[in-house]
């Protein structure tokens, strides 16, 4: 089995959540929670890796194996498949979400007269030929794109902090504090951090003398550190009341920047960032769920689901909602929820794991 190093582990979950998190959360959130944004993320990304952790508890009962497999030998057989396949639905539909955030974002900025099947169709063709290429592949992209973000990071951070920031706003960040604002804006927070319980379906690719709880913080902390780069200087320049009745308001902040003649925006820059990051996590979601429909079929090769089931994601991608407004009404109100009761399955396992104890006979692990 070909398994993913802790650098590159790091590298892959801190791309994984940042992608979407400051493209697409940012908006609602400023709606939602205010000035107490900040904070609010900071407690979502807290409870998110209490989810996380959860879900690395419960792999590590048998940790050459896939979830899929065992988790039968802790709660039964005929409650397992009924939530393993909620929890495969859950992962197709998140990575239906992210790819019409994607397709939206391209229409909005980019190709505003390409048809958006047409659109839906590349991007799901370069999912499916990445998820075909299992996960080491993954984990190779993840390292290029992430140093790519860092130099760009390194690169834009001090253009962003020359537009004019108003700097006063910080005491509000105090000041301001509500707490059913900051309660609300971290249950919004709190499901895009979470997502990454995805390394339960991956467990037995990562290597075993890894400190995968350490990993995981490590992970998130490079993550937060790369939302509030972008998140901070957006609050700063438009307020909260702004910034939340814009769709993409770090693009928005972006295309404020002139560095010269040659140079009208930098939002291509913006671009070349969220991208490719989104569809790695998506390509990421799609093959922990089709290597676990794999396992549940008795499948031994995943690849050939990799196709249709990427079919599946861009079909109802496409159909997902009708335009930009209810995606973000979805997103803001009805998703958080749905999301967290999803994330929150593997805790069944796991409060099962700790009522019977050691007296689980769980498989021998296959050499594969």
């Not at 991007?123 to 973000?149: D, M, Y």
């Not at 920031?165 to 951090?193: C, D, K, S, Y």
């Not at 040659?262 to 070349?272: A, G, M, R, V, W």
Request: charged share 10%; with cysteine; hydrophobic share 55%.
């Amino acid at each position: 089995m070909k398994h993913v190093s802790a650098s590159q582990f790091i590298m892959l979950l801190t791309i994984y959540l940042y992608s979407e998190n400051a493209a697409f959360l940012i908006s609602p959130i400023f709606k939602t929670a205010s000035y107490n944004t900040v904070l609010s993320v900071l407690l979502g990304g807290v409870m998110g890796l209490i989810i996380i952790l959860i879900g690395t508890a419960v792999a590590r009962k048998n940790e050459r194996e896939y979830f899929a497999v065992f988790g039968k030998y802790i709660v039964g057989k005929w409650v397992h498949i009924p939530l393993m396949l909620l929890l495969a639905g859950y992962l197709l539909h998140r990575a239906s979400m992210s790819m019409r955030n994607i397709e939206d974002f391209l229409l909005v900025n980019h190709l505003p007269t390409t048809p958006q099947a047409v659109i839906a169709i590349i991007l799901g063709t370069a999912v499916a030929l990445t998820v075909r290429a299992g996960i080491q592949a993954i984990a190779r992209i993840a390292e290029a794109i992430f140093f790519v973000n860092l130099f760009l990071l390194i690169v834009l951070t001090p253009l962003l902090l020359g537009i004019e920031l108003h700097i006063p706003m910080l005491r509000a960040f105090v000041t301001n504090f509500e707490l059913n604002r900051t309660a609300a804006g971290m249950l919004q927070a709190t499901p895009w951090f979470g997502d990454a319980f995805v390394v339960l379906f991956i467990f037995p690719h990562l290597k075993h003398r890894m400190k995968i709880s350490r990993m995981v913080v490590w992970g998130l902390v490079f993550s937060m550190i790369l939302i509030m780069s972008y998140l901070v200087p957006s609050l700063l320049a438009f307020g909260p009341e702004l910034g939340g009745k814009m769709t993409y308001p770090v693009m928005e902040y972006v295309r404020s920047m002139r560095i010269a003649d040659f140079i009208e925006t930098l939002d291509p820059f913006l671009t070349i960032l969220y991208i490719p990051a989104v569809i790695l996590k998506i390509s990421l979601l799609i093959y922990a769920a089709v290597i676990s429909l794999a396992r549940l079929l008795a499948l031994h090769d995943y690849k050939p689901l990799a196709f249709s089931v990427s079919a599946i994601v861009v079909g109802y991608s496409v159909h997902f909602v009708n335009n930009t407004a209810e995606l973000l009404h979805f997103m803001t109100v009805y998703w958080p929820t749905y999301a967290i009761c999803m994330q929150l399955i593997p805790a069944v396992y796991w409060v099962v794991l700790k009522i019977r104890g050691e007296n689980i006979a769980l498989p021998e692990p296959k050499d594969r």
